[in-house]
């Protein structure tokens, strides 16, 4: 499938800051955006997802934007905490496809 | 409960043999997917499987092959041919292949050449 590109590939904050995390794309049929997160050793879990007729999704500290015309989606996690340490994927999925793209990951460090 | 099974955790395989992955999902997903990770990559899609008897190649399918005999289960054979098999090896599942269904991943299987 179509690329996506994830950035920044580390991400280093402050106990209580916020982290942000963006995905661009290319295909223009990508219309549903899943973000997953992956502690070390385990499989990735989903985290929050947004489809292409909503513009932004919360879910407690973390929220999902999306700008279609620009072709891009953000990860927000307001408040971090330590156990918000891992590595995050984005991924797109396209109309017809069922097949996700992922980004190559983001390995976001809380310091307590 | 319901969820992904692989099986196991960890293998250690010497060069030449062919070793079998196992993926079992009870949670009744029609689809599903074999990726490999790589230490600081992403996601590289191996092979895929909409339905029963049914499978696709996906992106760095070299090396490797499948079957899905049953629904519930993707087995993953990682063949000799495959010159670089060290990686994490993760399955994943979807409901159904109507776009925006949720996938869920299994807790990978580590595979080191020895």
């Known amino acids: 499938g179509e690329n996506v590109e994830q950035h920044p590939s580390t991400l280093s904050v402050q106990e209580g800051d916020s982290a942000v995390i963006k995905c661009t794309y290319s295909?223009?049929?990508?219309?549903?955006f899943p973000w997953y997160k992956q502690e070390l050793g385990k499989g990735p879990q989903l985290i929050i997802d947004?489809?292409?007729?909503?513009g932004e999704k919360k879910d407690q500290r973390i929220a999902v934007t999306l700008n279609k015309t620009a072709k891009h989606f953000s990860l927000h996690i307001t408040e971090t905490q330590p156990e918000d340490s891992a590595v995050y994927f984005c991924?797109?999925?396209?109309?017809?496809?069922?097949?996700?793209?992922f980004g190559r990951g983001t390995s976001l460090i809380v310091h307590p | 409960d319901g969820g992904i099974t692989q099986s196991p955790k960890y293998l250690f395989r010497k060069e030449g043999q062919n070793v079998t992955l196992s993926c079992e999902q009870n949670?009744?997903?029609?689809?599903m997917y074999w990726y490999r990770q790589d230490p600081g990559q992403g996601l590289r899609l191996i092979y895929y499987?909409?339905?029963?008897?049914?499978?696709q190649k996906g992106d760095i399918a070299e090396g490797y092959s499948v079957s899905r005999e049953k629904k519930e289960s993707f087995p993953l054979t990682v063949t000799s041919a495959q010159k670089n098999p060290t990686a994490f090896y993760l399955c994943?599942?979807?409901?159904?292949?109507?776009?925006?269904?949720?996938?869920?991943f299994g807790e990978g299987s580590w595979l080191t050449v020895v």
């Open positions: 499987s909409q339905i029963v008897n049914d499978f």
């Open positions: 295909d223009s049929a990508s219309n549903y």
């Open positions: 949670l009744n997903h029609d689809a």
């Open positions: 994943a599942s979807r409901r159904t292949a109507q776009t925006g269904n949720t996938i869920y």
């Open positions: 947004i489809r292409s007729n909503v």
């Open positions: 991924a797109r999925v396209s109309g017809g496809s069922y097949i996700p793209t």
